[in-house]
């Protein structure tokens, strides 16, 4: 399954479910803080989780969040390994969504600064790809397919 990123100019970039996982925990590493999605319109206001980053329904990031996930993952292409890493261990979610939900509230609760290490790398042959979702998310808000 793939998560889909739309633009509001209707740019389409995709990654794997795990791919999202690994760019997500590098934008937090590198200094995003989420503000959280807002719900898709047909969605239910009084069921809509704001820390859902990974149910590809449709929900919306608004522009000054995807602007800074932007700067996050500038930040962090210059310090991009040339290999990816094999010295980790899974992470002991069984659903992607978990992850950044938990660092989330993590946050919340104790102010984290995005650098805890939950096994997944991005290396230098991710740049390209990077670059493209970096200029998806500086051209505004995207939704979440």
């Not at 739309?6 to 200094?31: C, D, M, P, T, Y």
């Not at 719900?39 to 704001?50: H, L, S, T």
């Not at 899974?90 to 600064?113: G, H, M, V, W």
Request: net charge negative.
């Amino acid at each position: 399954m793939t998560m889909d990123f739309l633009s509001v100019s209707g740019e389409l970039i995709n990654f794997s479910r795990i791919g999202w996982l690994a760019v997500s925990q590098l934008a937090l590493k590198n200094g995003w803080k989420p503000l959280g999605t807002l719900r898709p319109e047909d969605w239910p206001e009084d069921d809509w989780d704001a820390g859902d980053y990974f149910s590809n329904v449709g929900q919306r990031v608004q522009a000054v969040d995807a602007f800074e996930l932007a700067n996050a993952l500038e930040r962090a292409i210059p310090n991009l390994p040339e290999v990816p890493r094999t010295d980790y261990q899974t992470p002991n979610f069984t659903d992607p969504s978990e992850f950044l939900k938990a660092i989330i509230d993590q946050r919340k609760r104790e102010k984290l600064d995005g650098n805890q290490d939950v096994g997944l790398t991005i290396h230098k042959g991710w740049e390209n790809k990077l670059q493209d979702f970096i200029s998806l998310c500086k051209s505004g808000e995207f939704l979440i397919f």
